[in-house]
């Protein structure tokens, strides 16, 4: 896949931009997870990548795990979820309830649910919560997705909020300006609950996509951005 992007910084020099290739999948496609711990989770920080990677290489199966959720909620994450990935075959959207907030008290049931997990998916890429994210779900899920996935190539997607917690992102996805309206579009159809949090705007979704973008130099102006604590050439 040509969509990766690292920084590296080359001795007293500027920081350089290193594309990063998939090598060739296994079996007939790639395998993807996706790790979510509320309904909007992974389609504010990664389904602009997930959309590039479902139309530029072949995909044999995606995992798209929500693990909280009211029963509206829960409606909702349905809905995001066909919206990114449609109706194609080898898509599977778990969903789980454990408490919104809660998580870290949850922590064996929720520990219980990833090793279930680890017997079931064989990913090549997973998507996960940044690490230093402030929100104690987020951050849960992001340290159980390192003790699951040992051997995975895993990157950690972004998500802004009042805690102002965003980091420095060393991985970047540039995306089209089409994938950025679909996008947009996508979080303001299938969100309904959230329309009255003072973050969840228009604005605000290409603001995030449109500095990230500047980082990464990208062509189209728009990028998305991970965290990718260990990877091998």
Request: with cysteine; charged share 25%; net charge positive.
């Amino acid at each position: 896949m040509g969509a990766v992007e690292a920084t590296g910084q080359s001795a007293g020099r500027r920081a350089v931009m290193l594309p990063l290739k998939l090598g060739p999948p296994r079996r007939g496609g790639y395998e993807i997870l996706c790790l979510g711990a509320h309904s909007d989770d992974l389609e504010i920080g990664c389904s602009g990548t997930v959309l590039r990677l479902l139309s530029e290489v072949r995909i044999a199966r995606v995992t798209w795990v929500v693990l909280s959720g009211n029963p509206q909620r829960a409606r909702e994450a349905r809905a995001g979820a066909r919206r990114v990935l449609g109706r194609r075959p080898g898509v599977r959207l778990l969903q789980q309830t454990f408490r919104d907030g809660y998580f870290p008290y949850l922590g064996a049931q929720v520990k219980d649910f990833f090793e279930t997990l680890k017997r079931e998916v064989s990913p090549d890429v997973v998507f996960t919560h940044y690490r230093e994210d402030r929100h104690q779900d987020h951050r849960l899920v992001s340290d159980l997705t390192y003790n699951t996935f040992r051997n995975h190539l895993v990157l950690e997607y972004e998500i802004f909020k009042v805690d102002g917690d965003l980091g420095r992102p060393n991985t970047y996805v540039p995306l089209s300006a089409a994938t950025v309206r679909r996008k947009v579009a996508l979080l303001e159809a299938s969100f309904g609950t959230q329309r009255d949090r003072r973050w969840f705007s228009e604005e605000a979704f290409r603001a995030l996509l449109r500095l990230r973008g500047i980082e990464a130099g990208a062509e189209s102006g728009y990028a998305e951005a991970f965290y990718g604590r260990k990877l091998v050439l």
